[in-house]
């Protein structure tokens, strides 16, 4: 079993920066890939970012390419999402994921954290 929190959501205007966290339990960290995805009010859950076990690979989807990043630490089981240039559409509930498939698709993740929200509004 894995459990997982996230952290560091907050209200940012527009243009503004934020980094996001999310701690990991119960499990040998480097095993598995770690992914962030979000959700809107009324829409379905989005792919943002992945990362491999080593970090040597990582993906993004389009809408957030060039303004966020995503890393990890597996020596302190932590992975962060640091969001710059945000901007209103950004604003959704994020999501820690993590699962064994390099994948952006939501079903390939079996564990999740609550969700941390981000607001992007002046």
């Known amino acids: 079993q894995v459990q997982l929190v996230e952290s560091g959501g907050g209200l940012v205007q527009p243009g503004g920066s934020l980094r996001v966290s999310c701690v990991a339990s119960g499990t040998i960290f480097s095993t598995y890939v770690m992914a962030w995805f979000r959700q809107a009010p009324g829409k379905a859950r989005e792919f943002v970012a992945t990362i491999t076990g080593l970090g040597g690979n990582r993906r993004y989807a389009d809408s957030v390419a060039g303004r966020f990043a995503i890393s990890r630490d597996n020596a302190k089981n932590m992975v962060y999402l640091q969001m710059n240039s945000l901007q209103p559409e950004d604003t959704a509930v994020y999501y820690c994921?993590?699962?064994?498939?390099?994948?952006?698709?939501?079903?390939?993740?079996?564990?999740w954290g609550q969700g941390t929200q981000v607001t992007v509004s002046s």
């Open positions: 994921a993590a699962g064994r498939t390099f994948s952006t698709a939501v079903g390939q993740y079996v564990y």
